[in-house]
């Protein structure tokens, strides 16, 4: 599967879970897969092939708390305990952003699209875990609709509140573009939610990894596992030294070698070394092999 695997650009679920279980040598299933995405671990993303409508926005902070501390700082009877207490609660309060809408509405093309885990799709991904799981679904509603990841920002998915008024429309020499023939009017980013309102959720679509996220989670576990703490250099070094030595000073020639037996060899050869030390090194090796080759 590995140079199968170095051609495709993604992964459906069913592969991705089959893909990370050769990758760590345990059984991941579908379920781990999405658990994975929502704990924020492996990007997901989704496959969309029908047409939909989305507009672009970006997450921008209020600057209300803060505009309120520099309307203070202009003043003169404000005393520097009060200024240095209000900079003090403006640092500790939780960031908040809101998202700003920019641009016309258009269609989407079809294509792969990050999911930012923000919004909607958030939902439609713990919906469909909870599935996998075996367990009954919860009811949530986000009112803000879905996202997608697009460069610095997002685009946000809506759908209109009558299709058969929506219609692109050819001004030549003067306009074109989404007309809301209800209002008679082109729609853009003033006036598009008086025809369009946030999807519900990201129908009719296909939700996959791509290669390169799956491939980032796996050298992230490699470079952060657990077993990795006790893996150095050195240690690599000696064990690489005393496995040729094993190989080499057997007295046995045709001796077809399997893990535990070079192991034994090894300890038996080395007093440093300890079976359980040695375990750690060819279980990160192994790992490393088979995501690599």
């Known amino acids: 599967m590995n140079k199968l695997f170095k051609l495709k650009e993604w992964l459906t679920l069913e592969e991705t879970s089959r893909r990370l279980t050769t990758s760590f040598q345990e059984s991941v299933s579908v379920a781990d897969c999405l658990q994975l995405a929502l704990d ?65 509405v258009f269609s989407l093309k079809t294509g792969v699209y990050d999911l930012p885990m923000i919004g909607a799709e958030r939902l439609d991904i713990l919906h469909l875990c909870a599935e996998k799981q075996g367990r009954e679904p919860a ?28 219609e692109w429309k050819v001004d030549f020499g003067v306009k074109s573009g989404l007309f809301d023939k209800e209002k008679n009017k082109y729609i853009d980013e003033n006036n598009y939610y008086k025809a369009f309102h946030p999807a519900d959720g990201l129908r009719d679509v296909e ?9 980032a989670f796996e050298n992230s576990q490699i470079d952060d596992g657990e077993g990795n703490k006790s893996v150095t250099l050195n240690g690599c070094l000696e064990i ?3 496995m040729l030595d094993a190989l080499k000073n057997t007295s046995s020639k045709g001796k077809r070698w399997t893990q535990d037996a ?11 070394l300890s079976s359980r030390g040695i375990d750690d090194y060819f279980s990160l090796s192994n790992k490393l092999y088979k995501s690599t080759d």
């Open 207 to 215: 939700f996959i990894f791509r290669r390169e996220n799956i491939e």
């Open 139 to 166: 009811t949530f509603i986000c009112l803000e609709g879905p996202f997608l990841k697009h460069k610095d920002g997002f685009i946000n998915i809506i759908e209109p509140f009558n299709d058969k008024n929506i």
């Open 40 to 104: 924020g671990h492996i990007k997901i993303s989704a496959l969309i092939e029908r047409s939909k409508y989305g507009i672009f926005c970006k997450e921008e902070p209020p600057a209300i708390i803060s505009g309120f501390v520099e309307f203070l700082k202009n003043r003169d009877d404000i005393p520097d305990e009060i200024l240095r207490a209000a900079e003090e609660s403006v640092k500790s309060f939780p960031a908040q952003t809101k998202m700003h809408h920019f641009g016309n």
């Open 262 to 272: 070079l192991k034994n060899e090894m300890t038996d050869k080395r007093s440093s």
């Open 240 to 242: 690489i030294g005393t």
